[in-house]
């Protein structure tokens, strides 16, 4: 979420609307196969305080997802579970990457601006030093004298 509050009635794509059948039918898939799925944990929908299972868009994406897996691809479910969990994840870190990346930025800036400050704050009455690297040079020093 951004921060911001949310209306509590707006649907997205994570809501759970749809009951079994309307699942079902959306998914292509009979009622029994989204029991299965939900015991197996495949696609795990919210419940209801009777009990009754609700879907969201996101789980009929999911549904399709496996099913498409299963038949086009000849996983099995048990592998269908394992890249479920392996996509979760996956996710999962891409978001974590995102958000050191940007903590990484801020503290850059922050670092940017501190060291502009320590430059800024130099003495300018300072002459930096230079090496000067000339062979044969020479170079004498004599106090002044008194009185002069």
Do not use: C, F
């Not at 921060?3 to 809501?15: A, F, K, Q």
């Not at 479910?77 to 479920?84: E, V």
């Not at 990346?101 to 430059?119: D, F, N």
Request: zero cysteines; hydrophobic letters at 40%.
């Amino acid at each position: 979420m951004d921060g911001r509050r949310r209306n509590p009635y707006e649907l997205t794509d994570e809501t759970p609307v749809y009951v079994i059948s309307v699942a079902a039918q959306l998914s292509g898939l009979h009622p029994q196969t989204l029991r299965q799925y939900d015991r197996l944990g495949l696609v795990s929908p919210d419940r209801t305080a009777g009990r009754g299972r609700r879907y969201s868009a996101r789980d009929i994406e999911l549904l399709r997802q496996v099913q498409q897996l299963s038949q086009d691809e000849g996983i099995n479910l048990a592998g269908i579970k394992r890249i479920i969990e392996l996509e979760n994840q996956v996710a999962a870190l891409q978001a974590r990457v995102a958000e050191l990346s940007a903590a990484v930025e801020g503290a850059a800036a922050a670092m940017r601006q501190r060291e502009a400050q320590v430059h800024a704050s130099y003495r300018r009455d300072l002459v930096p030093y230079q090496d000067v690297q000339q062979a044969g040079a020479l170079v004498v020093w004599r106090p002044p004298k008194r009185g002069e």
